[in-house]
């Protein structure tokens, strides 16, 4: 099924961007000082800026994405020469950023996250659930399936890795916020709990609401793909201009910077990888570099391909071999003891979801903390935020608001919390009962702890193997799925980007990693993120904000509430 927006997505009934009639003011109503104008005379004003605001016209794209891609390719440029050259200068200058970002601002990548969550889920369960992210007689292009796999593949895969182990293990030695002593019993559930607090609900609620406001705007409006038509209601005309040419700008920016911190984590574990099996050193930063050379090639070509035949077939097959390793460490672990873990954390998680969600620092140790996790977490989904949410309204044309909402924010959450709790409390369990140390080893260094664990389990060779691969395969999906998307945007919104324009943000993403990896290495990538995601806080607010601006207006929901009207004032008369 065609997604191109020239194609007419909406409804059979009045379009969403029809304004409405302005009520007329009531008899001497006065909006300010100065001369009084009568309802008449703002009558017409309201309606230009209503229909400003709310065109009845779609936005399609145009040749206007120019400017977009060379003012963002300049900017990516100069920095990667700075970062290249002056490394250790540029370094000092973005830690004094990020510790001002985290001290100052930190509270609002907790805050903002657990309101999306609210918001989207009142949007699930009230009217605005049965709307389609296209016409009322739309239906979904790709199977369930395909579908789900698609979205965890191009979102967090490379994390899984990295972090599957690493994260509960290095909770275990230094539980969160001292809430328990390191390495005792009561210190792995909390673990857990603050694993899911990373990668759950907060994570997929802030892609659902990008997810939910591109596909809406793309699919059921006709708009081009892109952020800046969506902030409309807000910003009005200005959409057009320069203001929302440096949304898109700084969309690209911090999509960039997101995919690279994964790219950065994919190089280092598959490096991490081939050295456990050939038993040589390749874990330096020339090896890792020369990883993410290759690695580039591979994904540029696949996003090339085109996400019908790329993207759906490699994500799927991740899928199931991510699955093989699960169920391959459940059964060979400690499986009773897993299941128990599983339940009794995800009840902590759900019982005590509003405290640990609002848990803030009370120290510059605690600050140090978060800004290694949770606030580093936070920071790399809302910069991936515009990323996911354009590739998600890609695949999800046809699904309800309320089948949207309630897959993205429930499925991968619960998968997530069972990949952590499978790996992670392997190696928990491992080190509380035999003293492996893989705790400890994960404090020091992030990429051993995954194929330390392997190490305690049968069949080290072929699980190392299949580990590597599974690296491999995350890292080229969720690559090209960022390239796709970089090139839409800076091809102003076209869903069909041309080929030349994916091949040339391929060779950036891959360059803009290798260069931040060898400034810096891991650390620079975190800096990176959040920095990056620190302006993108507000445009997230503002998308929310207009989003429920335009689905009061869809035509849906404005018939609806005619005909309760209509049913009131007859059952009344």
Known sequence: MSLDPSADPRPSEPPPGEPLPADPLPAGADDGPGPRRSPRDDAPRRARRDADRFPRDPQVPGSTGGAVVWVAVALIVALLVAAGFWPAQMSSAAESAMQWVTTTGGWSLLLIPLCLIGLLLVLAVTRFGDIRL???????????????????GAVMGIGMVTYGVAEPVSHLVTPPHGLAEPGSREAVVDALRFTFLDWGLHAWAVFATFGLAIGYSTHRLGNKGLVSPILRPLIGRHADGPVGKAIDVLV??????????????????????????????????????VIIALVTVLFTASAMSGIGRGIRYLSQTTMVVAAALLLFVLATGPTSWLINLFLRSLGGYVGDFVEISLMLPTDGADVEWMQFWTYFMMAWWISWGAFVGIFLARISRGRTIRQFVLVVLGVPSLIFSAWFTVFGGSAMFMDLERGTGIGEAATENVNTAFFALLDELPLTGLTSVVAVVLVIMYFVTSADSNTYVLAVISSDGHLHPSRPLMGMWGVLTGATAAVLLYAGGLEALQTAVMLSAAPFIFVILALAVSLVMMLRRDPLVRNRERRTDEESRLSTS
């Open 134 to 152: 296209g016409p009322d007689d739309s239906r979904p292009e790709y199977p369930t399936f395909a579908w789900i796999a698609m979205l965890l």
């Open 252 to 289: 690209i920016l911090s999509t960039l910077f997101g995919t690279t911190t994964s790219l950065g984590l994919g190089a280092a574990q598959i490096s991490q990888g081939m050295s456990r099996l050939t038993g040589l050193d390749l874990t330096t930063t020339g090896v890792q570099l």
